[in-house]
């Protein structure tokens, strides 16, 4: 027999023992049940180099709207319209940005639930071996009427 051995406890009479071609098959999915923990750590994405300014092409693109995605690992949630950190303080720092902006509507990007992103994050990260970026952090900001980005 091979390395590992696998028995069946009270196994009916005249039931076929398992044998190493289900044996392997179930081995690796309980490996796949741990998860990224014998995988090892998950590589980071690539660093995305963003120009100094941006020039809006309004035949293609809305000038009203900006869309926003806050660093991966903070937590920034939409709540009854308006952004929270729960308490964190991560929003501090935009503070002064944010109050230049009253009287716009935040809006989700994705329309799934936020625990629903969260497994598909958690499934492709697993999946791919690498850190995916958090949907939960994307929000589009449409600018009050007669302000433009």
């Known amino acids: 027999m091979g390395r590992f051995a696998l028995r069946?406890?009270?196994?009916?009479?005249?039931?076929?023992?398992l044998g190493p071609a289900l044996a392997m098959p179930m081995l690796a999915g309980?490996?796949?049940?741990?998860?990224?923990?014998l995988?090892?750590?998950?590589?980071?994405?690539?660093?995305?180099?963003?120009p100094a300014h941006t020039h809006v092409d309004i035949a293609r693109h809305r000038s009203d709207v900006i869309t926003v995605k806050f660093r991966d690992g903070?937590?920034?949630r939409?709540?009854?319209?308006m952004l929270t950190d729960m308490g964190t303080g991560n929003l501090a720092g935009a503070e002064v940005v944010l109050r230049s902006v009253v009287g716009g509507q935040w809006k989700k990007v994705h329309s799934l639930p936020e625990a629903r992103?969260?497994?598909l994050r958690?499934?492709?990260?697993?999946?791919?071996?690498?850190?995916?970026a958090d949907f939960?952090?994307?929000?589009?900001?449409?600018?009050?009427e007669g302000t433009d980005a």
């Open 74 to 76: 903070l937590l920034i």
């Open 117 to 119: 992103l969260d497994l």
């Open 8 to 17: 069946t406890l009270g196994r009916a009479a005249g039931s076929p023992a």
């Open 122 to 132: 958690e499934t492709a990260q697993n999946n791919l071996g690498k850190v995916v």
């Open 78 to 81: 939409l709540r009854d319209g």
């Open 30 to 37: 309980l490996l796949a049940l741990t998860g990224r923990s």
């Open 39 to 50: 995988a090892g750590p998950l590589q980071p994405r690539a660093e995305i180099n963003k």
């Open 136 to 144: 939960n952090l994307e929000f589009f900001l449409v600018l009050p």
